[in-house]
């Protein structure tokens, strides 16, 4: 069954330092990748997705995530993090073989010191 | 605006009520979906459309009734509401299953 691990449940990191939050997947075919960012009491913002071709993959406010095939990984990262992107990072893969679902991670909480 | 909007926002409720949570998207999407969003932050799909028709039923009680009267709505009735269903329901939307938009939720509060 398709699966994501998201082993860090909260990160803290300084203002202006480099962050970057680790996503495992377990699926049978090429996965559909995606990272996703919730601000409190918001809804969810698509940061970027991976589908196919160049395994970097640069994103909105700065983001960009590898795919890793060998490591079943797809790590979000950025160089450099502002107060304002403490939030909740939710990775997932969608099922196209089940209806196109998503399935998320557990998520990762990421506090910003200033 | 572009988007995926779900009313209300919030609802609190009392046990054994029903209520309903209204959904409609603006993006020209052909599926949509309900997710929920449990106190532990964990997302979870209920269920899909595609073109009013269910795709994804996931085990979810009866007492949940998803209804599409068209392809850009969504609607999510619950019967006979318990203190488990309290968590965050959203709305979301997609063009042939692949990078889903989200509206912003209802945080749905049974006491």
């Known amino acids: 069954a398709q699966s994501v691990t998201q082993p860090d449940i909260h990160i803290t990191v300084s203002e202006g330092a480099s962050l970057e939050l680790r996503c495992n997947y377990s699926?049978?075919?090429?996965?559909?990748l995606f990272w996703y960012v919730q601000s409190p009491g918001q809804g969810l913002q698509l940061l970027l997705k991976?589908?196919?071709?160049?395994?970097l993959v640069q994103g909105i406010k700065g983001f960009e995530a590898e795919f890793k095939r060998s490591q079943s990984s797809f790590n979000l990262r950025k160089p450099s993090v502002h107060w304002s992107d403490a939030a909740e990072y939710f990775c997932?893969?969608?099922?196209?073989?089940?209806?196109?679902?998503?399935?998320f991670g557990q998520g990762t909480e990421l506090s910003v010191k200033p | 605006d572009t988007a995926v909007s779900q009313t209300p926002k919030y609802l609190v409720t009392q046990m054994g009520n029903d209520k309903s949570i209204k959904c409609e998207q603006n993006?020209?999407?052909?599926?949509m979906y309900w997710y929920k969003q449990d106190s532990k932050k964990f997302l979870k799909i209920m269920f899909s459309?595609?073109?009013?028709?269910?795709?994804i039923n996931e085990t979810v009680p009866n007492r949940f009734s998803p209804k599409s009267p068209d392809k850009a709505h969504l609607n999510l009735h619950i019967n006979s509401l318990e203190l488990g269903d309290s968590a965050v329901y959203f709305c979301?939307?997609?063009?042939?299953?692949?990078?889903?938009?989200f509206g912003s939720g209802t945080r749905l509060t049974v006491v």
């Open positions: 997932a893969v969608v099922g196209l073989d089940q209806g196109g679902k998503l399935i």
């Open positions: 459309y595609n073109n009013k028709e269910l795709i």
């Open positions: 993006l020209g999407h052909d599926t």
């Open positions: 991976y589908f196919s071709g160049d395994t």
């Open positions: 699926y049978g075919a090429t996965p559909y």
């Open positions: 979301a939307s997609s063009q042939e299953s692949l990078a889903v938009t």
